[in-house]
């Protein structure tokens, strides 16, 4: 069964941090582009970093840029997003997902086929 799962979402005082994690599951994330999403308590889906399959390429909101950092573990199946100076506005469940022929960063939800169920990071004031 392919499936992506993200943990590393909680709670967090402003300011702080938090790295979060994509792990797939029957397939392996290293010839695939990864997109992670937001979505506030709008419900809007905002697409906040990817990176590319070579990983020459990653992408981020301007909202998050120079906070958060998107990589690549040791590890093939795995995903991090490190989440610096974290503030309220970043509240929301955060998803990773790809797309079995995904290979460049795409910033629209519509690209990405497969998703996880997401995490729930919350920032207090």
């Known amino acids: 069964q392919v499936q992506l799962v993200e943990s590393g979402g909680a709670l967090v005082q402003s300011g702080g941090s938090l790295r979060l994690s994509c792990e797939a599951s029957?397939?392996?994330?290293?010839?695939?582009?990864i997109g992670w999403f937001r979505q506030g308590p709008d419900k809007t889906r905002e697409g906040v970093a990817c990176?590319?399959?070579?990983?020459?390429?990653?992408l981020y909101a301007d909202s998050v840029k120079g906070r958060y950092t998107i990589s690549r573990g040791d590890n093939k199946n795995i995903v991090y997003l490190q989440m610096d100076r974290l503030s309220p506005d970043d509240t929301g469940v955060y998803y990773c997902a790809t797309d079995r022929y995904l290979a460049s960063c795409a910033t629209h939800a519509f690209h990405y086929g497969t998703w996880g169920r997401g995490t729930q990071v919350t920032v207090s004031p």
């Open positions: 990176i590319s399959a070579s990983s020459g390429t990653t």
């Open positions: 029957g397939f392996t994330l290293d010839r695939l582009a």
